[in-house]
């Protein structure tokens, strides 16, 4: 199986300052249709998984701008541009490529 | 509006069977691959099982095959999972989930939890 790898585990993060997340993968999420994918969510206390970017770089619709994503291959990076209070959370890849499809151990969001 | 909703979660003892339901509603069921996901208490995600859209192809992952069968029933816009020879590392929040697409899940339940537990 894909081994999906986040760093860090625990991200404190000062309102209104940017956040990064780092997802590696044990191999290439290069498609043999050319697409990578990569998705991440967002898993707020309580709550169900959220997806907010698909494909490495595609936002879902209301997600906020100040979430982005980057990567290719078998590095990726959720970024934050500003945190928010409602960004609280656990925050996980996941690749689609290789069966099964695998998450990263999550990184979690608070505020310092 | 997606909706998915899952039922049938509960407590069992170990080697004792389970059947999920979940029902989907907002869309047209019978055109999306589906799938169950599970998550332990206070652990990641695991994807479980997937399902095409008529039916006729399911995917389960190794540490379940032979004991989990997943289904559905377009005609009722409902999805299933029934669980054999559960053991205590079964126990989690399952969820179902819409595929748009390679593994691409968008929408998800709000879950419901398994215990095996004697």
């Known amino acids: 199986d894909v081994v999906m790898t986040q760093s860090p585990l625990s991200l404190p993060v000062t309102l209104g300052q940017p956040a990064s997340i780092s997802c590696r993968s044990s191999?290439?999420?290069?498609?043999?249709?050319?697409?990578?994918?990569l998705n991440w969510f967002q898993q707020r206390p309580g709550q169900s998984p959220r997806r907010l970017i698909y494909?490495?770089?595609n936002w879902d619709s209301g997600v906020p701008d100040r979430f982005s994503g980057s990567g290719s291959g078998t590095d990726f990076t959720l970024k934050i541009s500003r945190v928010e209070a409602e960004d609280v959370g656990v925050y996980y890849c996941?690749?689609?490529?290789?069966?099964?499809?695998?998450f990263g151990g999550g990184t979690k969001v608070e505020i310092k | 509006e997606v909706q998915l909703v899952e039922a049938g979660g509960g407590l069992v003892q170990p080697g004792g069977s389970l059947r999920l339901s979940c029902a989907a509603s907002?869309?047209?069921?019978?055109?999306?691959?589906m799938t169950w996901l599970r998550q332990a208490p206070g652990k990641g995600l695991e994807w479980v099982a997937n399902?095409?859209?008529?039916?006729?192809?399911?995917y389960h992952v190794d540490s379940v095959k032979g004991r989990f069968t997943m289904s559905r029933d377009n005609a009722k816009n409902s999805l299933y999972l029934q669980m054999n020879s559960l053991r205590a590392e079964d126990t989690a929040v399952y969820y179902c989930?819409?595929?748009?697409?390679?593994?691409?899940?968008?929408?998800w339940g709000q879950g419901t939890l398994v215990t095996v537990s004697s």
């Open positions: 989930a819409r595929d748009v697409g390679w593994h691409n899940i968008d929408s």
């Open positions: 907002g869309f047209t069921f019978s055109i999306y691959w």
């Open positions: 399902i095409n859209q008529d039916g006729s192809a399911t």
């Open positions: 191999q290439s999420l290069v498609h043999s249709d050319g697409n990578t994918y």
């Open positions: 494909k490495v770089s």
């Open positions: 996941m690749q689609g490529t290789h069966w099964p499809p695998t």
